[in-house]
């Protein structure tokens, strides 16, 4: 199954998820907070899962480098990335976001699961749709995916 593109270059897909990262933000702000003395443990945790976000999300920006870029289709004159973070996981931006996200929830709100679930299955579309892609423009995408067989984080 591939997903529709929703635009020339995809431009659908970052709608959607630019309006699920807004429902994490909001979720955030206006959910309940986590009750009872569990909520320090939780914060603690949360602040870990939202330092290691943003640890992969900067390391996996400066291996693309350039080529960085919101849309699912890959901008023209781009290469394929298998080096660094990108041997670990395909999409580890799309996992660094995720796991961020849990520890948003984690550090404010058992709400914010909701929308971070959400914004899982638009990154899987998304991605689904940017491998199909990546397929087309890069001959050995095919074998980098069979090399690398996690989609946005090094482990199952």
């Known amino acids: 199954m591939i997903p529709p593109a929703l635009g020339r270059r995809g431009g659908g897909w970052v709608v959607l998820q630019s309006l699920v990262l807004v429902a994490v933000a909001a979720s955030a702000v206006l959910g309940p907070r986590w009750p009872g003395a569990g909520a320090g443990p939780l914060r603690i945790a949360g602040h870990v899962l939202e330092a290691a976000g943003v640890v992969v999300l900067v390391a996996a920006s400066a291996a693309i480098g350039p080529a960085l ?10 290469e394929l990335r298998s080096r660094g973070v ?9 996992g660094a976001l995720l796991v961020g996200c849990a520890g948003i929830a ?3 709100s058992p709400v914010v699961f909701a929308p971070t679930v959400l914004l899982a299955i638009v990154f899987w579309l998304k991605s689904l749709r940017e ?3 990546l397929l087309e423009l890069y001959p050995g995408y095919d074998a980098y995916r069979r ?10």
């Open 86 to 94: 990108y041997a670990h996981a395909r999409h580890p931006i799309y």
């Open 106 to 108: 984690l550090d404010f």
């Open 147 to 156: 090399a690398t067989p996690h989609r946005f984080v090094p482990w199952p």
């Open 69 to 78: 870029t919101p849309f699912p289709r890959p901008r023209e004159g781009g």
């Open 131 to 133: 491998e199909a892609w």
